[in-house]
């Protein structure tokens, strides 16, 4: 099982001045550690459950570009971009300069959006559930096609791109990993079976992320498709450190259902240090699980 690494709380010690510096040492920590995936968020306002508002939340892109220079190995992506932050053309050129500025680290993290907060916050239009979803498919199906030999038309229902050239085109041949977050089983599981190389899973016990494996076989079999090409990752939802042999015995349970990478989220108190620990005493155990 993979280790990947969210930065999600930014609440670091030093304020802002120390955002970038502590940034840097956490990525550049899980890289030389053997960390597989280094993520941020995807928001304009920090989440509620982190303090909302007040709280700071840096761009994402942006943020990834500064540590695609900091570090060396470690593949780097927001989990998840909501398909309302950014146009869908913008957003596959967005990601395609990551990986290849990165050398081939990009990777495309992408959901439905939900904080509406946020968006009213900035006055960026947020559709109602039902249209958000249809524009993720469409973003999915633009990205595609910018990452492919077509640089023709797309004529979509929310979408018209006259041209989808993208050039220099990513490094990896088909683009960027595309990771779909959420785990809604009529929609966002279809979507993952349709388009994406993994999808991203919540938190769940191991017996509910069996349920909802099974059900995007299920669509992988509708559409096609070979269930052993999707990735399936999963947010740990719990800090190793409190009770390590707990949280191993959760993994693995975890791996005994198909989970072969897991998202760990370090602490706002000492990030660097957090992740430090990760790779010294987490990463190798997790290695062992299959």
């Known amino acids: 099982m993979k280790l990947a690494v969210h930065c999600a709380n930014l609440t670091w010690p030093g304020g802002p001045s120390a955002l970038g510096p502590t940034l840097a040492d956490v990525a550049r920590t899980a890289d030389e550690g053997g960390v597989s995936t280094v993520t941020m968020m ?3 306002f920090q989440m ?17 570009g500064f540590l695609a220079g900091q570090t060396r190995n470690v593949e780097l992506g927001l ?3 909501g398909v309302t932050y950014r146009h869908p053309g ?9 990986d290849v500025l990165s050398g081939g680290r990009g990777m495309l993290g ?9 968006h009213a916050g900035l006055g960026v239009p947020f559709p109602a559930t039902s249209e958000r979803f249809e524009r993720l498919e469409e973003a999915l199906q633009i990205c595609r096609q910018m990452w492919s030999d077509d640089d023709g038309a797309y004529e979509g229902r929310h979408y018209r791109l006259a041209e989808t050239v993208c050039v220099p085109p990513p490094i990896r041949s088909g683009g960027p990993r595309v990771v779909v977050g959420g785990s809604g089983e009529k929609k966002t599981l279809r979507l993952v079976a349709k388009y994406a190389d993994a999808c991203n899973l919540f938190g769940f016990d191991p017996d509910e992320i069996a349920r909802k494996i099974r059900v995007l076989d299920g669509h992988c079999a509708d559409v096609g498709r070979d269930p052993a090409s999707v990735q399936r990752t ?8 409190e009770d390590l042999d707990a949280f191993l015995r959760r993994m693995e349970a975890y791996a005994g259902v198909g989970i072969d ?6 602490p706002a108190e000492e990030p660097v240090g957090y992740v430090g620990r990760l790779c010294e005493k987490v990463l190798p155990r997790l290695a062992e699980l299959s």
Do not use: C
């Open 79 to 81: 989990l998840v971009t």
């Open 48 to 64: 509620e459950m982190l303090g909302g508002p007040p709280q700071p939340m840096l761009e994402g892109y942006t943020s990834l």
């Open 90 to 98: 913008l957003l596959a050129k967005i990601v395609t300069t990551l």
């Open 42 to 44: 995807d928001h304009y």
């Open 110 to 118: 992408i959901g439905a959006a939900w904080y509406e907060r946020e």
């Open 234 to 241: 999963a947010l740990a939802g719990s800090n190793p450190f």
């Open 261 to 266: 990478q897991v998202w760990v989220m370090p």
